[in-house]
């Protein structure tokens, strides 16, 4: 791997800000929206559970029936693709044992070889502790994955705007994500600012570095 310069990075976080205003007429290409698939895969969660799943919206139909759900914001009906991020309810040893089984066959080695993991996450996400507020642990993974879709997206050259502004409930009940076990956390609007979104000239407003970063 060819990493990119720290000058590319801070180049691309420095151009993102969460877009108030796309471009109806542009579309993300495909073998660009892929390469944003495959980041939101390649998240990193916790034990490797992957507690999620994300819907991409991209029916024009569909995002306009979003759009009140969303306090009626512009972005879900005129970006190119809108993402859903969704977390699996109430996991289950079910759960632990598709991702254990998914391991196996992935890296090749027995499933019993994983049974101390296995046991591992079990005894934590199903019955220990975490088990009472596992929706809520799962959530913070989906936040993960959220961050990890929009630096992808800037250094793509993707403007991208994070969307916690909605009803989740009935983004649920449209969606038909409860029958699934899934349940809406928060959305994300990907496509290319409108050149007359005057939001995207603001300077970005952060503390100083020795107000957030402590170094000892």
């Not at 029936?65 to 190119?80: E, G, R």
């Not at 993960?144 to 009803?167: Q, R, Y």
Request: aromatic share 10%.
């Amino acid at each position: 791997m060819n990493p990119i310069s720290p000058t590319d990075l801070l180049d691309a976080l420095t151009w993102r800000y969460a877009t108030k205003k796309f471009d109806p007429t542009k579309t993300i290409a495909s073998e660009t929206w892929s390469a944003l698939e495959e980041s939101l895969i390649l998240t990193p969660s916790s034990y490797g559970l992957q507690p999620w799943k994300f819907l991409v919206v991209t029916d024009p139909e569909l995002k306009q029936q979003l759009q009140p759900l969303s306090w009626n914001q512009a972005q879900v009906a005129d970006c190119s693709h809108y993402v859903v991020f969704t977390i699996k309810k109430n996991l289950t040893a079910a759960d632990v044992d598709r991702f254990v089984a998914r391991t196996a066959e992935v890296r090749g080695v027995p499933v019993e070889s994983i049974a101390g993991y296995r046991g591992m996450m079990v005894s934590d996400v199903v019955h220990g502790a975490r088990s009472f507020n596992v929706n809520e642990w799962a959530t913070r993974q989906t936040y993960i994955a959220l961050g990890n879709f929009m630096t992808s997206a800037a250094l793509l050259g993707i403007d991208t705007c994070p969307m916690e502004g909605i009803e989740p409930v009935k983004y649920d009940k449209l969606l038909n994500l409860s029958e699934a076990g899934y349940a809406t956390v928060v959305a994300c609007a990907a496509g290319y600012r409108a050149e007359d979104d005057k939001y995207a000239e603001l300077a970005k407003v952060r503390f100083a570095k020795s107000e957030v970063v402590e170094v000892r």
